[in-house]
Structures are given as C-alpha cells and as structure tokens.
C-alpha cells in the first residue's frame, strides 16, 4: 500500500473518531486505540489497524470464564449469529474478543462509525450476561465478603438479583 493511501486511510479513522468524540491514541499510522465508553461494560478497549487488505478491529470483552464454560462459550456462538461486522472470539488463553475485518475499499467515517457502533453494542448488551454465566460464584462471594465488612456493593447491583441472599 502506498503512504498516501495509508495517510488516506488514516485520516478517515481519524475523522470519525473525533466526530464521534471518543478518546484515543495513535501510535503510528493506520493504528489507533480506542476507548469506547459503555453502560454496562464501563470502557470498552479497542484496536483499529490498517492492514493490507482491510481495517481490523479487536477488542477485548472480557477473560476466561471460571465456570459454566460450555453454556458460556454456546451464548457467545449464539450471538454471533447476530452481529455485524464482528464477531466473538477466544484467544489462546480463553480470553473473550470482538474482532472484525472491514474491506479497505469501504472505510469511509460512517463505516468505521457504525464498526465501532457494532462493537460497542455488543460488549455493552452482553456483558453482564457474560459475568452472570462464567463468573456467578465469584460475584456471591465479592457480594458476601462487601456485605459482611460493611463495604458498598453499588457496582454489582446489576447481578443483585442471583447474588443477592436477600432477594
């Protein structure tokens, strides 16, 4: 690829990241980190790259599950029947991400946007699932330990509803 079409390519990332207001870093050309900002999943850490053929997107969801790992790995298949753009992935280690490829040929700013607009979503709306399937004891036990030493427990209201004992 030429250095002017990668200054190109650039540029057009560039430009809908800061229309779209998010933070980010750009370590060198056609590379940028994102941090797209959630609901659920508070930030979202996002790696755009321009690559020979395409735009690649990786972002991290969350690690390996602690249990219920089939049941956990049938949710992410399921909804991978779902998305545009990007799907779920495991790495070598089990540790969960959305990557994608978009075609050079189709990176324009309301592609990269509704790229990023895919991946956020899908983070977001499936986050707490995630944690609920692969995490749940963990969570009672945090839920348990905050309680028993008067700590809040305002973060975790979301699974309040399985680690909760009151409830």
């Not at 998010?22 to 659920?40: C, E, I, K, M, R």
């Not at 990007?86 to 540790?95: I, R, S, T, W």
């Not at 944690?131 to 036990?141: K, T, W």
Request: charged content about 25%.
């Amino acid at each position: 690829m030429s250095d002017s079409r990668l200054s190109e390519l650039h540029d057009t990332i560039a430009t809908a990241l800061d229309e779209a207001e998010l933070t980010y870093d750009s370590p060198g050309a056609g590379q940028f980190f994102v941090t797209l900002p959630g609901t659920h999943k508070l930030a979202t850490a996002c790696w755009l790259v321009v690559g020979r053929h395409a735009l690649l997107v990786e972002a991290f969801v969350c690690r390996k599950p602690d249990e219920n790992v089939e049941e956990f790995q049938r949710f992410l298949l399921r909804r991978n029947a779902r998305t545009y753009a990007v799907a779920f992935a495991l790495d070598e280690a089990g540790d969960v991400y959305l990557v994608g490829r978009l075609p050079l040929h189709a990176v324009t700013a309301d592609e990269v946007d509704r790229l990023l607009g895919s991946v956020l979503q899908y983070a977001d709306e499936s986050f707490d699932r995630l944690l609920e399937i692969g995490f749940a004891g963990s969570i009672r036990r945090e839920w348990a330990w905050r309680r028993k030493n008067g700590m809040p427990t305002a973060n975790l209201q979301a699974f309040a509803r399985f680690a909760d004992p009151e409830r």
